[in-house]
DNA sequence: CGTTAGATTGAGCTCGCTCAACCAGTGTGG
DNA sequence: CCACACTGGTTGAGCGAGCTCAATCTAACG
């Protein structure tokens, strides 16, 4: 809630029962119980600008949330300002959970885009791990699942090449995009410029640049308005030797 | 349980109670029923020799294990062999999670050192959730903690030097040995080659030789009998920029 | 129309890579 | 006891992927 963008929280309560992404077929479904115990979790909603700091490393956050709409990523920084992206968030995406967990924040998360986000109440995790072992276990599935992706992103920054490592970035987040719905005709438009892939591939920004215009000329993707456009996931996973998100149904809170 | 090394299933049963492990002032203390249960939870003991592998990208392992002495690695393959070393597991870690939550494991896990291990019944998760929401808890804290790791190593990889990243790595694995008692006056004898070391830093053989030299040279470290010994950790720390490990007690399954 | 954010391009450098030996310790079979 | 092989560490030489520095260009914006 601190950094450049505006946030405003709202307690407009959209019920999670009628949640637009629960909807989609990557989500499970859920129990009604379930379900009505994590709409009385959910204590408001938070919509932020693009650029806004939703949490930030050392800080000790009361929520935790739940991406409704937009992007956002989570980074970390060295003392004199290196940055390192972790990984990109999108919706369905749950934030917070370590920080909410383990005490204090160790990483930061950023608004790509204008996002809107579910907020939940730290204190009752204990409660939901109480009464809805269901819904506890699905908590540490979606650890794992986060766990399993950091797991990509170190093989791919330790081991592959720079035009790899780009394809297999690009592949990564549309594929993610996808599954949420986030595709217009095949295509995904990813919002983020040169300088987020040159820290999350752990490139130089001019480097980058090159390495992407590769890309581009292959037509494998677009870049414009500040963006990227995925044309040819199939194209960047084959480049990339990766074998594609090994991702079933997954839980929704 | 495949791989070179080999490997005997035991049924000793040491119970949990008096676990040598859980009397180190790094673990929580339990409750007596939740230990009872965890007890319980036990199916027996596994003990392998150095370079086994004891679950492998792709199975679909009926277990999970904690490490009770010894060390491994966790690790990732391209289809060309290139290998990238995703984290270290000592005693108190767990194995295998990932796969027991999401069926096919998505990594290889193979011992450094000859290891005796716990083995769970992955099948018998469901039951400690149901009955056992504390340690559900401390399942999804273990994971939690696992992407705290990977988010460090990412921010290693992707934006250290190599002398910055390989001072982290040696300082880092030393901070946790420590933690579970395996320094003998101050120095830690970490059980790994240089090929480690470079398939963890992402380097080449030569070059990760040329880097270790250097901390060698400043009497960071030595190397010998086929492993590494770290010296000053402080200094390593130093050299790194990283703060050391932000850890509390943690639980011990 | 000046300013700013982001993309682009060239030039030169360097960190880390590959190739190729070579060395030391250890274990094995004759 | 020696010859041989094997693992892991060490070193030099030359190369190249990716880096830094420094411009330049474009589009959006006030």
Not at 157 to 173: N, T
Not at 215 to 238: E, S
Request: some cysteine; hydrophobic content about 40%; glycine content about 10%.
């Amino acid at each position: 809630m601190t950094g450049r963008g505006d946030s405003t929280e709202v307690t407009r309560q959209v019920p999670c029962e009628s949640c637009p992404l629960r909807q989609m077929p990557a989500f499970r479904e859920f129990e009604k119980p379930e379900l009505a115990f994590v709409s009385s979790f959910k204590r408001g909603e938070l919509a932020v600008d693009k650029g806004a700091t939703l949490l930030s490393e050392g800080s000790n956050s009361a929520h935790l949330f739940t991406v409704l709409s937009g992007w956002g990523f989570r980074y970390k920084l060295l003392e004199d300002g290196r940055r390192q992206i972790l990984n990109y968030v999108l919706p369905g995406d749950m934030i917070g959970l370590q920080g909410s967990l383990m005490g204090e924040m160790q990483h930061s998360v950023e608004a790509l885009s204008p996002m809107l986000l579910c907020m939940f109440e730290r204190d009752r995790l204990m409660a939901l791990y109480r009464d809805y072992p269901g819904l506890a276990y699905d908590i540490t599935w979606i650890a794992a699942r986060e766990e399993r992706m950091l797991d990509e992103a170190l093989l791919s920054i330790g081991r592959r090449s720079a035009l790899e490592r780009a394809a297999y970035l690009l592949a990564f987040i549309a594929s993610r995009a996808r599954k949420v719905g986030m595709n217009g005709k095949g295509k995904v438009d990813i919002p983020i410029t040169q300088q987020h892939v040159a820290d999350t591939l752990g490139l130089s920004l001019v480097h980058t640049n090159k390495t992407i215009r590769k890309l581009i000329d292959r037509k494998l993707v677009q870049w414009r308005d500040g963006g990227c456009t995925v044309l040819d996931i199939d194209g960047l996973m084959a480049l990339a030797d990766w074998g594609g998100l090994a991702e079933q149904v997954r839980p929704l809170l």
